[in-house]
Every structure is written in structure tokens, then in C-alpha cells.
């Protein structure tokens, strides 16, 4: 076991090293307002994506199989995936008028960006830091006043009221948060207080529910999900219950990131630091779980003695609900260093995931098809690392309702590199067609973690540049507000 983790962090050494020579990230924009008007600089032409809505009917699922678990990631390799034919560059997606859309297909139709990231977004928006003065922000829950919740990464969950972070924090407690390996930032930790969500009767019960990394008793990297009672006033919160403990982590590729089901039930993605534990049905890493609010293992999960709804997973840390049968979850390609590869890297992956799913990692990436495994529909050559995921449902920037957005964490300014909030358009009726997508706030405010809505419609995205990957002004991580240009 030693050596099998010794390896990749070796590996990771000799990248990191490459990585640290190759110029860092540029300061982000220190302006307080920005409206963006995202064509200027726009050579292709790019028409006016349609506005579509969620499929409200039934839409056929795609007749999946979970595939036999390898526990070898070399032999997983040289199952010599093949190659996708019709492999499609969409560096100009030509949307169609909004209209009938085609019944859902059977395959996953995948479309690899050659031009990554893809084309600039044409929707004028205005865009504004409403809170800074915040240190690694990860998780973000809207409540019903308008307060915020937000954890930092090294243990803090924080209150944000009349855009100001309260300066007490709502709990501080300690997270299992190893330093760089090596003292190299780039190998730091991704872990400590990551996820936050909401009971779906917080207005009543005011209970929410965190997901953080704490060393066990033997000195183990886990993960640990709980659930907590808000006071009054939001200012504090007492410990209600543990909901799972003991969950698989590594010092990279946590998860952490919880959702409420249309089905009422908690959704928790689970990272896979060893790429093999995303195949092996024994472990609940590289999944997405399925878990009641209490919980419990659901009866009518995929297997009813296991709380895993989907498997092959890298590390996801957005996703949301297309229709109740379809998830599309953003996903992480290969780094290279964690398969000895060192060609092989980018492929990050939004994909369409039902019941039972088995998303591939590691025995397939970008189109690659094999038989028993779920081809994501979009992918890109570049690194896009992928963190938050939502579809915008609101009508306040009517250009985005229907789509689906999602924040990324590039490493540095590369041409190509993902480092902005990416809008998808899929097909009205077909979860697996991509009509469109196209990029925003590229490079404007470096990484960008997580994404969410108010009720209102507008939209929040939290920076993540104080963590080892970016570079930390002075004002700290913000949160950045959207909303239709003026
Ligand atoms: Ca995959």
C-alpha cells in the first residue's frame, strides 16, 4: 500500500515541478463592479444560443450496465479503450432555434472541444464582488433571509450577512488538512470543510448539514458528514447528529459536495485519491452516494445494501438534476501523474448519469467508449477542472434559463485553461444533446468554486485563489454576483 502510494506522489513531484516553471496565475481583476460584454474579443461567429426549458416528460433512460470491477488500474489501461469515430469538435456550435428537439437518445452523443475552453459567452451581464475578506471558500447555502452560509476550507463556517462576513464564526472546529507534500503548494491538501446544504425544512427545523475531513482514531484521512441546528439568530449552531463517518478520503479528490434529490433524498459525491477505488464496489470512493435525510441506505437504491447510486467517478464536486431520471454531473479527467501517464491530461467531462451508472474512471477518458461504461457528452483536450455545478431555472437572465453552469479551477493562465464559468444548453427533451456552450469571466477573477442561485435568480460564484493554487489578494476570496447587464 505504501508503495502504491508512493509512486503517483513521486510522479506528482516531477509535474509539479514542470507546473511551478511555467508561469504563475495573473492577479484577478481588483475592480469591484465589471459589466461584461463577452463578444468583443470574439472572432467566431456564435448565434444567440436558445432559451430552453427542463423535459418535464418521461424521457427513456439509457439501458446501462454497471461493469465488472477491475482492481487493477495497469490492467485497466491496457483494456485499450477505443477511440469515439464520430468524436465532434464544437469550437462553433451552431444552436438550433428553439423548437422540437429530438426524443432522447439511447447513446450518449459525446462531443470532444478541441478549442478549449470553448467559445466566449455573448450575454451581457453585470457582474460585482459583494463579499470578500473570505479564506478558501468551498461551500455556499442561501437561506431563506438572504444570509449566507459559507465554509472555508480550514474549518470555519462562516456567516454573511448585508455582505459583510460576520467576523465570529458561525463553528470552527479542526479539519484534517495536511500540509503541501513535498512543501510544494501545488501538492497541497484539497480537503478540510467542504460541502453545506440545507435541510429541505430548514425554514421550520433549521438544521443543515456539513461535510468536512478529519483524521480518525488510527490517524487516517476521512471524510465526515453531520448535521447541525442553527440558532436564531444564525450566529451559532450545535451539533445535531453524525450522518456518516468514515467515508474514504485522500489528500486530493475529496468530493464533498451535497445535494437534495427531486426525490427528497441527500446526494453526496465521494473523490477517489487511488484511481482504482472508483471501480471497486467495497469502497464508497470515486461514487456519488444516495442516502435518506436521516442517513439510511434507501431501499430503492441500485443495490439496496449499498448507499452508491453511481460509480467510476473521479472526483465531482457539481452536479444537478436535468429531470427526476437524469443527473448531469461535472467530472475530472486524468492528471496523468496518478495513472503514469504523464501525456495524459485534461478530459475533464460533464455527463449525464442515472441509476446504477458507471462513469468509467479510470478505464476510459474523453469519447472513449467501452462496453458497460457511460461516455461523458462533452469533454475538452485542455484542463477545465470542473468544481461547481447548477442548472439556472430562473427567468432573471432569460438568455441562461434551462442551462447548465459550472465553475472552474484551472491552474494557471495557459491558453486554454480553465479558469471561468461555463454555460451548457442541452436539448429540451434530451438530456444527452448538447446544443451549446460557451464561457464567461474567463481569467476576469481566477479560480472560481462553486455556484449558486438565490431566489431572486441571481446567480453566486465563490473564488478559490487563497488556497495553494492560486495567487491571494490582499481583499481575500469573494463571493461575485450575476445578474442581467443594466
Ligand atoms: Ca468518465
Not at 477545465?384 to 453552469?405: A, D, H, K, N
Request: aromatic residues 6%; glycine residues 12%.
Amino acid at each position: 500500500m505504501f508503495m502504491t502510494r508512493l509512486l503517483p506522489l513521486v510522479l506528482a513531484l516531477v509535474v509539479a515541478l514542470t507546473l511551478a516553471c511555467s508561469g504563475g496565475d495573473p492577479e484577478p481583476l481588483a475592480g469591484t463592479e465589471r459589466s461584461l460584454a463577452a463578444r468583443d474579443e470574439a472572432t467566431e461567429v456564435v448565434e444567440t444560443a436558445p432559451t430552453v426549458t427542463l423535459g418535464a416528460t418521461e424521457i427513456a433512460t439509457p439501458n446501462q450496465q454497471q461493469a465488472e470491477a477491475p482492481t487493477d488500474a495497469k490492467a485497466k489501461e491496457e483494456a485499450a479503450p477505443t477511440r469515439q469515430a464520430e468524436t465532434v469538435a464544437v469550437s462553433e456550435p451552431t444552436p438550433t432555434a428553439t423548437g422540437p428537439t429530438p426524443a432522447a437518445s439511447a447513446t450518449a452523443s459525446c462531443q470532444l472541444v478541441r478549442d478549449a475552453p470553448g467559445p466566449p459567452g455573448e450575454v451581457e451581464l453585470h457582474v460585482e464582488v459583494v463579499v470578500d475578506g473570505l479564506e478558501i471558500p468551498w461551500g455556499l447555502a442561501i437561506l431563506p433571509s438572504g444570509d449566507m452560509l459559507v465554509t472555508e476550507r480550514p474549518g470555519r463556517l462562516r456567516l454573511v450577512r448585508d455582505g459583510e462576513v460576520v467576523p465570529q464564526p458561525v463553528l470552527e472546529f479542526g479539519v484534517s488538512m495536511p500540509p503541501p507534500l513535498y512543501g510544494l503548494d501545488l501538492l497541497g491538501s484539497e480537503g478540510g470543510l467542504l460541502g453545506v446544504l440545507l435541510h429541505p425544512e430548514f425554514a421550520d427545523n433549521r438544521l443543515f448539514y456539513l461535510f468536512y475531513n478529519i483524521d480518525n482514531a488510527d490517524g487516517v484521512q476521512t471524510g465526515r458528514i453531520e448535521r447541525y441546528t442553527l440558532s436564531g439568530d444564525g450566529r451559532s449552531a450545535a451539533l445535531d447528529r453524525v450522518i456518516l463517518d468514515n467515508l474514504p478520503a485522500g489528500i486530493h479528490h475529496q468530493g464533498g459536495r451535497m445535494r437534495l434529490g427531486p426525490d427528497g433524498m441527500l446526494y453526496v459525491g465521494v473523490g477517489a485519491y487511488e484511481p482504482h477505488d472508483a471501480q471497486d464496489p467495497d469502497t464508497l470512493a470515486g461514487k456519488l452516494l444516495r442516502m435518506d435525510l436521516e442517513g439510511g441506505i434507501p431501499g430503492d437504491n441500485p443495490d439496496p445494501d449499498s448507499y452508491v447510486f453511481a460509480s467510476g467517478i473521479r472526483n465531482t464536486q457539481g452536479y444537478d438534476w436535468y429531470d427526476e431520471q437524469h443527473i448531469v454531473m461535472v467530472e475530472h479527467g486524468p492528471s496523468g501523474i496518478e495513472l503514469g501517464r504523464q501525456d495524459l491530461r485534461g478530459y475533464d467531462e460533464v455527463n449525464v448519469v442515472t441509476a446504477g451508472d458507471n462513469l468509467g474512471w479510470p478505464r476510459i477518458w474523453g469519447c472513449d467508449e467501452q462496453e458497460g461504461l457511460v461516455s461523458p457528452v462533452l469533454t475538452w483536450e485542455n484542463p477545465v477542472p470542473p468544481t461547481g455545478g447548477m442548472f439556472y431555472r430562473s427567468g432573471l437572465i432569460p438568455e441562461w434559463t434551462g442551462s447548465f453552469l459550472f465553475t472552474t479551477v484551472g491552474l494557471d493562465d495557459r491558453p486554454g485553461h480553465g479558469r471561468h464559468l461555463h454555460r451548457v444548453v442541452f436539448a429540451s427533451m434530451d438530456p444527452y444533446t448538447v446544443l451549446a456552450h460557451e464561457v464567461y469571466l474567463q481569467d476576469a477573477y481566477g479560480r472560481l468554486r462553486t455556484v449558486a442561485s438565490d431566489r431572486h435568480g441571481r446567480i453566486y460564484v465563490m473564488t478559490s485563489n487563497c488556497d495553494n493554487r492560486g495567487e491571494c489578494p490582499t481583499e481575500g476570496d469573494k463571493i461575485l454576483r450575476i445578474g442581467p447587464a443594466r
